[in-house]
């Protein structure tokens, strides 16, 4: 009997099966012909939040969150963090190999070229209330722009793709800036091509019209560190519904308006937001402990804690501590830092936090950043998707190459009535 099977008895029917494994996985499908008799449906698996369920092979990026490791195409987040920029990360991310410098050339002034969006996602904009929140106005334009590129849906047509990376690694910026200026009511700033990507950002959302802005380079490149932390993190909840939406060869404007809508949660992108509203609702150090014993008994949660794969620190969390600091040398401190620091002590000293594993993920101390910049906190989630596009658009456009893909379709255990005879109004108890 080779090695790399598993063999199954079911004690059902006293049969055996032996099932190929390849990649320390087996194929659920292979558990189909465990059948009590010939006309069952066969065995399925129950995996309710695919705790462990692979959906796809992929490249892109590694995470072992027991020993808090994070990698892009095989290198380590903080030496991208560190050394590269967010731009060069899309093509490593896209393409799997970092670029070459006239690569990166061509595609940062591809990117600088379509940075502009049409009047008509401006007016799109401007149909919002303004109280819209700005993952509202950002999941709408995303979706517009597919009726903008209506041959984004021959999605097998490789210029096709290309130019669907360019325009909405591009245009994201200046759809989540749009939204900012709709609801401050300010006129939009037209993208400068003359500043980085980072910089155009900074740029779109707070320079006065007719003046020329200069982003300060500390929070320049805070803010491309911060798109470059958020990136890619492999098959998360966004990047499945990017996946989930692409598998029906729906476009990948409309599949991504679709992972964004994912990333609002509050359990995902949206947890950022929901930090820095629990910060300030404990308002000072005094009032962490009581806070603490609330969660403990199960009132709520410790926003921007714990994770589904980082059993550990999650990575992304180290470096923007560390980033945090040469932007407040600019901003001067953020008072929600020292609350954050102390719920972060005494949660990693608390049994409760220990015992489950509960560590500080890259939402923790994102937001204090994002606040002291100047960011809106309703804003957090927009920041996350920006950064994220890329991550997006790559594993969709590694899932339209793989042969392997078909379109999602989970099966359910289905518990409800069957065979029911309709009953008529009049009769109805
Ligand atoms: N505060 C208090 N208890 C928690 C927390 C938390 N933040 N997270 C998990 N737990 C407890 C949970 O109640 C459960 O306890 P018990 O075993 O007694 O029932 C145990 O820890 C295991 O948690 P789980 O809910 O089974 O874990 P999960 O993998 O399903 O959920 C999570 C992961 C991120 C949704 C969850 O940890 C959470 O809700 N955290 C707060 C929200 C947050 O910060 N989200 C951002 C995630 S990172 C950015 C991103 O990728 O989107």
Same mark, same amino acid.
């Given at each position: ?32 012909? +465990? ?15 695919? &705790?462990?369920?692979? *959906? ?6 590694? +995470? ?7 990698? !892009? ?22 393409? =799997? ?13 591809? /990117?600088?070229?379509?940075?502009? /969006?049409? %009047? ?9 209330? *303004? ?30 793709? @290309? @130019? ?14 749009? =939204? !900012?200026?709709? %609801? ?9 091509? $003359? ?11 707070? %320079? ?10 500390? &929070? ?13 993190? $492999?098959? @998360?909840?966004?990047? *499945? ?30 947890? @950022? ?36 794969? !980082? ?15 040469? /932007? ?19 949660? &990693? ?48 456009? $590694? ?22 005879? !309709? ?7």
């Amino acid at each position: 009997m080779p090695n790399d099977t598993l063999t199954i008895t079911d004690n059902r029917t006293g049969k055996t099966y032996e099932v190929p494994i390849a990649d320390d996985t087996i194929r659920a499908i292979d558990l189909r012909q +465990i059948k009590v008799a010939a006309d069952d449906f066969g065995l399925m698996t129950y995996d309710p939040g695919f &705790l462990n369920t692979a *959906s796809c092979k992929s490249r892109i990026t590694f +995470i072992d969150g027991d020993k808090g490791i994070l990698e !892009y195409r095989g290198y380590p987040i903080a030496q991208l963090a560190e050394q590269s920029s967010f731009l060069e990360v899309c093509l490593l991310l896209r393409k =799997g190999e970092l670029p070459k410098a006239a690569e990166l050339a061509q595609w940062t002034a591809e /990117v600088t070229a379509n940075a502009g /969006v049409q %009047a008509s996602i401006e007016k799109l904009t401007d149909g919002f209330q *303004s109280d819209a929140h700005p993952m509202g106005m950002f999941i709408a334009s995303a979706a517009a722009l597919a009726t903008l590129y209506p041959e984004s849906k021959k999605i097998s047509d490789l210029e096709v793709r @290309n @130019n669907a990376f360019r325009q909405l690694v591009a245009k994201v910026p200046t759809i989540a800036a749009l =939204g !900012y200026r709709h %609801a401050k009511g300010l006129p939009f700033v037209q993208p400068d091509p $003359e500043l980085s990507y980072a910089g155009n950002f900074l740029n779109m959302m707070f %320079a006065t019209p007719g003046v020329k802005y200069k982003p300060n380079p500390a &929070l320049e490149r805070a803010m491309d560190i911060l798109f470059t932390l958020h990136a890619d993190h $492999e098959q @998360n909840c966004s990047t *499945s519904t990017m996946r989930v939406v692409g598998s029906a060869q729906t476009d990948p404007y409309t599949s991504l308006a679709a992972a964004a809508a994912a990333l609002y949660g509050p359990l995902h992108g949206g947890a @950022n937001e929901a930090v820095l509203t629990m910060l300030a609702k404990i308002g000072t150090k005094d009032n962490i402990p009581e806070f603490i014993t609330r969660v403990k008994a199960g009132e709520g949660k410790l926003m921007g804690f714990g994770h589904r794969v !980082y059993k550990n620190y999650d990575p992304r969390a180290g470096i923007i501590k560390r980033a945090a600091d040469e /932007v407040f040398a600019v901003t001067g401190k953020n008072p929600a830092l020292d609350i954050a620091i102390e719920l972060e002590r005494i949660a &990693l000293e608390d049994e409760y936090f220990v015992k489950r594993k509960l560590y500080p993920n890259v939402d923790f101390y994102s937001g204090i950043i994002y606040e002291a910049m100047g960011f809106p906190t309703a804003m957090f989630t927009v920041l996350f998707a920006i950064g994220r596009t890329i991550g997006w658009m790559s594993q969709w456009e $590694e899932l339209v190459l793989d042969a392997d893909q078909k379109i999602a379709r989970p099966r359910q255990i289905f518990l409800g009535p069957r065979r029911l005879d !309709y009953v008529p109004m009049d009769q109805r108890a």
